[in-house]
């Protein structure tokens, strides 16, 4: 049998811990040894699902890379702005990487993390996690065995709910462009990787346009105040921080 891969988290949030998860279903073929995470809540977490040993839950990334190499491969799940330079120390130690997308805000650092991976002889995989869907498999074989013809056009919507929007690129971490990316990169990443893959060849030109129209000054309620708590028009807002955060946190959901 192969031997059980051992892993490092960087990043306990959502998708950190999801997958890490994977450890816990599968544990004859992967342990997590250690976790970085700033936010103590999300790090102890972490640490007591995985029975991890004192002193290797830390709240700093560069805690463990002091350490040497002491897992097989690292998991890095910081917010975008922060993946090249975890990836870059984790690398030249010789770990293995899972990097969650988008890989980074430029294509410089994008160059810098493979310049780096390729130097140290490591793998690096990137979570584009539509890749290895049954639909998307079941789709490229019919694709690629010409079943099709040649495809000349494609047409591909990414739905995003109205709560996701306003919790995730309203409100979130990926709220303002000079904070975090372009929604086009943080949410659409994974659609644009999902088309190359399945078409295969590499796009030529590509062309890009958009503008934000809805959430803005002028369009604000009448009557509307800046925070939810303090609004004449909270109760019928389907954006109300209220009622879709401070009201299922009190009946104890916290998804």
């Not at 899972?98 to 805000?105: D, G, I, N, T, Y």
């Not at 949410?187 to 990787?193: M, R, V």
Request: hydrophobic residues 40%.
């Amino acid at each position: 049998m192969p031997s059980v891969v051992t892993i490092a988290v960087v990043g306990a949030g959502d998708r950190g811990t999801g997958h890490a998860g994977w450890a816990l279903a599968y544990p004859e073929r992967a342990k997590v040894v250690a976790v970085a995470e700033p936010r103590k809540a999300r790090r102890d977490r972490l640490a007591v699902d995985h029975g991890l040993e004192a002193g290797s839950a830390v709240d700093d990334w560069r805690i463990l890379a002091a350490r040497g190499r002491i897992a097989d491969a690292v998991l890095i799940c910081t917010l975008d702005r922060e993946h090249l330079e975890p990836v870059l120390a984790f690398a030249a130690l010789g770990y293995h990487i899972m990097l969650e997308k988008p890989m980074a805000l430029t294509a410089d650092e994008c160059r810098r993390i493979v310049a780096a991976v390729e130097k140290a002889g490591v793998i690096l995989a990137v979570g584009h996690v539509l890749r290895y869907t049954p639909y998307t498999q079941a789709l490229k074989r019919i694709v690629d065995s010409g079943r099709l013809g040649e495809i000349v056009s494609v047409q591909h919507l990414e739905p995003v709910g109205f709560w996701h929007q306003a919790h995730s690129f309203v409100r979130g971490n990926w709220r303002r462009e000079d904070e975090a990316t372009s929604m086009l990169m943080a949410k659409s990443c994974h659609n644009l990787d999902w088309l190359q893959y399945v078409l295969g060849p590499p796009p030529v030109r590509v062309s890009s346009f958009g503008r934000l129209s809805h959430f803005r000054p002028e369009n604000k309620p009448v009557g509307a105040a800046d925070r939810c708590l303090d609004c004449a028009v909270e109760t019928s807002c389907p954006y109300s921080a209220k009622r879709d955060y401070g009201d299922r946190l009190a009946r104890g959901e916290h998804n």
